[in-house]
Each structure stands twice: as structure tokens, then as C-alpha cells.
């Protein structure tokens, strides 16, 4: 008798974005973003998540799969569709991204100069005007730490410039990149809302 497999739904920072977890690894060790239904033509896992219509985005990264959705129609509606297309996938035995996607993955040393290029040239002269800053902290493969420091570090608004700021620039400039991990302490420093 298969073993039912367990997928939690939890909601992430914001309000069109859901981390499913899985009970077992889907992409062991790997993370993969797919940002569109035609980048997801490398993941057989991606492609059964875009048959949902209202599926915008998928990040696909151990045991974890994040899908971001537009449309009315509510998590609890979407998320039951996600679950069953992950449970689909699982139980097909096919890899969650293919060796393709593998091949053409550059190096994490490239990955650094990339990011650590568009950091100095675009984003911390943004963040600059508010007294903030993003470092890049470590390349595992093609995921990143990121850590937030002056006014970014605490302030209320960090999750969502992380997000919707940082992140969202990176994916744009740098497609291979996987997860995108925030690092920041948000409680350390004598004054983390303003910049020393």
C-alpha cells in the first residue's frame, strides 16, 4: 500500500504567493525558479503547476515548492489543485527538473560576480536613498544569502524589499538563480531602523 503523501500549505510574504511542503525531497538539494510556463519547459514538475491557469511562478527547492498565482480564486482553491499536481508528479517518478536545466546552470562563481555587480550598480544606490544597503553573503550553488544592513536592517518594510524589491531585481537580471534566502539578523544593532 503507497503511503499518503503529505503537503502542507503556508502563506509567505505576500498575499499571491504560497510555500507548499512536501513530506519527502522533491529536488534534493537543488532549487530551481521557473517564471514563466515557457522557462518551465526544463521542470516536469513546473509544467504540471502551470496547467493551473492562475499559476504564475514556481520555485521548486528541496522539499519545498513556492508557487505565486494571480486571480480571485483563493488559496484554499488553488493550493488543493497544487497539492494534487505535486502528489501527480511525485508518484510519476519523474525527476522534479531535468539534467538540461543542470547543464545550463553557471557556475556559483559566476553567479556571484553577476549578482554582486547588479548589487553595486542598481539596487544598494536604491536602497542607498533610505539609508540601506543588501550584501551578498554566500553562492551554494544557485541560491543566495542576501543580508539587509543601515535602515533595511529591522525596518518593518524588510520581508517585502526583500521580496518584491531585491529579489524580484535579481530574478529579472539573473533567471538561473535559485532560492533567495534573507540572512538579516532584524534584531541586532543598537538602532537597526536607521543607518549608523
Known sequence: MEQEISITGEPAVSPETCLFRVDRPVYPGGAAFFGNREAAGLSPLARRIFGIAEVESVLI???????????????????????????????????????????????????????????????????????????????????????????????????????????KAIRAAIPEVGEVLDTTDHAAGRNPYCAS
Not at 522534479?96 to 547543464?103: G, K, T
Open 61 to 167: 527547492a528541496g522539499e519545498r515548492v513556492t508557487v505565486t498565482k494571480s486571480g480571485i480564486d483563493p488559496w484554499p482553491v488553488i493550493g488543493r489543485q497544487i497539492g494534487a499536481k505535486i502528489r501527480e508528479h511525485i508518484r510519476s517518478n519523474d525527476p522534479a527538473v531535468s539534467e538540461e536545466f543542470e547543464r545550463r546552470m553557471p557556475s556559483e562563481a559566476e553567479i556571484r560576480t553577476r549578482v554582486e555587480a547588479l548589487l553595486e550598480k542598481e539596487v544598494n544606490p536604491a536602497l542607498g536613498a533610505h539609508g540601506g544597503y543588501v550584501e551578498l553573503v554566500e553562492v551554494r550553488k544557485n541560491s543566495l544569502y542576501l543580508k539587509l544592513g543601515g535602515g533595511c536592517q529591522g525596518c518593518a518594510s524588510a520581508g517585502m524589499t526583500m521580496k518584491l524589491g531585491v529579489e
